[in-house]
């Protein structure tokens, strides 16, 4: 079983309090979202989760080795001089991974063709997909998205899907964050709506959307949120 737990956490820096009280749970075979607008404190979560920052108060609890966690984050950490392919030979002898598992990922990505470009003549949205395959070719116990389709095309977006909900069905944990309200309703089983560093609410998108509207539609999730908002 991979679990992500918090319980209580805050978070501040110096006065600015970005994280307040916050409890959540992701567990094996489960994608969990995390909706919120830009400094609602997604980040700051994800950074206490991966250990680049400690919590002020409360319980952070990961129950994998670092080796069985996935990340796609926003800083992409590519090598711009080498190919696509290179970039992921280099995980290949960390991983003990075979090159044609490395090949069946590019093509899962969309990147192929595009195995012997150099990282950096690629597109803003070919490397966000070479950055997923780098996350998922070691076939994480717990995968951490942060905004995994982005800027893509609806195409490679449901193709990321499909690779997303494999791995789902495979066990691991997704944790994702995005602001796209259909890919949430589509791919998670549990949300959480973050608003200056509160949880304001949770549950599954269809509860959600029925607790606030008898039209259950995509555009719901995105209603609910701004009345929370603006009731908050």
Known sequence: MSTVVMKNVSKSFGDNQVLK???LQANSGEIFGMLG??????????????????ADSGEVYVNVGSKEIGLMLAEDGLFPRLTCLDNLIIFEDIYKIKRSHTLEI???VGLTKAMKTPAAKLSDGMR??????RAVIHQPKIL????????????TARGIHRLINKLRDNGSTIFLTTHNMEEATNLCNQVVMLHQGKIIERGSPKEICTKYNSVKTVMDLESVFIQLTRRD
């Open 128 to 133: 966000k997909r070479l950055v997923l395959a």
């Open 144 to 155: 951490i998205l942060d905004e995994p389709t982005s800027s893509l095309d609806p195409m």
């Open 21 to 23: 009280d916050v409890s």
């Open 37 to 54: 607008p830009s400094g609602a404190g997604k980040t700051t979560i994800i950074n206490i989760l991966t250990r680049q920052l400690e």
């Open 106 to 108: 590019l093509e899962q």
